[in-house]
């Protein structure tokens, strides 16, 4: 099984921006947990972030035919990405939404996510374990090759 961990704008900050919203673990922390979660479940796991949309969505695209699922936390291109959408209804690509913090509690506008609407799934405030949490749910729901 292969896994696309895809992160959006901002997320290479973690640790500086806002450590009480996202934490104090970095963007290196991350992917190290990330990596270590992968070997453990045996499964393959490519890790991107991209502060551009149009970067995502290439990766997106480019993942067809390649990869076995997504996990994505757009950032806050959640709330502003319909091209995100599209992507990922495009490729047909199992998706899981991750969201550090708790969105659902936080600003107004951070109540609307598009990209909700391709995902099998949806994890918000549980932290950088949320990413685990995902490749667990798609190594569990995914058949294997």
Not at 78 to 83: D, E, N, P, V, Y
């Amino acid at each position: 099984m292969r896994i696309l961990v895809l992160n959006g704008p901002n997320i290479n900050m973690l640790g500086i921006r806002e450590p009480d919203v996202y934490g104090a673990q970095t963007y290196e922390t991350l992917c190290q947990r990330v990596l270590e979660h992968a070997a453990a479940l045996g499964v393959e796991v490519e890790l991107y972030q991209s502060n551009h949309e149009g970067d995502l969505v290439d990766r997106i695209q480019a993942a067809y035919g390649q990869i076995d699922g997504i996990v994505i936390n757009p950032g806050a291109y959640t709330h502003t990405s319909i091209a995100l959408l599209d992507a990922v209804k495009a490729v047909s690509i199992p998706a899981v939404e991750v969201h550090i913090s708790r969105v659902e509690e936080r600003e107004a506008f951070r109540q609307v996510s598009y990209i909700r609407a391709a995902c099998v799934k949806t994890i918000t405030g549980h932290g950088i374990d949320g990413y685990l949490e995902a490749m667990d749910y798609l190594q569990e729901a995914l058949p294997c090759d």
